[in-house]
């Protein structure tokens, strides 16, 4: 392939997982915050990321029209069935490159930090070779 074309094929990648990152991380939260409260409101979500009501709520609208969250005005936040498959698949995406970057010796702090970004852009074909790397540590 010449690197031209690479290239491009690198970058509508990226941009499409630039594309998604918020969503996932949006319905990821939702998962979590249910988890632990059993029940999600905007002014969570606001709180969790650090953002206004208003781009909270701005999200979670296009998230509903996409299908992945549900409510009501002043109702509690739901996961859709494609929310929650979503949600477990980044948890468990999250996860395995976390626990990847650990094996390699990175700090808590910073794996967190880094496996948040670094999970919205790790190939199947990557993570799968992350997640057989860690089967293989295991004594």
């Known amino acids: 392939m010449s690197k031209s ?20 991380d949006y319905v990821e939260a939702v998962y979590e915050i249910l988890e632990q409260r059993e029940v999600c409101r905007l002014v969570d979500l606001a709180s969790y990321f650090g953002v206004s009501h208003v781009t909270a709520n701005r999200i979670v609208a296009r998230l509903q029209k996409e299908g992945l969250l549900s409510t009501k005005p002043y109702q509690p936040i739901c ?5 929650k498959e979503l ?7 999250h996860v395995i490159v976390y626990q990847f970057l650990l094996s390699l010796g990175v700090e808590p702090a910073i794996a967190a930090i880094d496996a948040e970004g670094i999970e919205h852009h790790v190939s199947q074909q990557t993570l799968a070779r992350f997640k057989a790397f860690l089967v293989s540590q295991k004594p």
């Open 5 to 24: 074309r690479n290239n491009s094929v690198q970058h509508q990648r990226t941009r499409h997982d630039h594309a998604s990152e918020r969503a996932e």
């Open 79 to 83: 996961l859709t069935s494609k929310g």
């Open 87 to 93: 949600a477990i698949r980044c948890r468990e995406r």
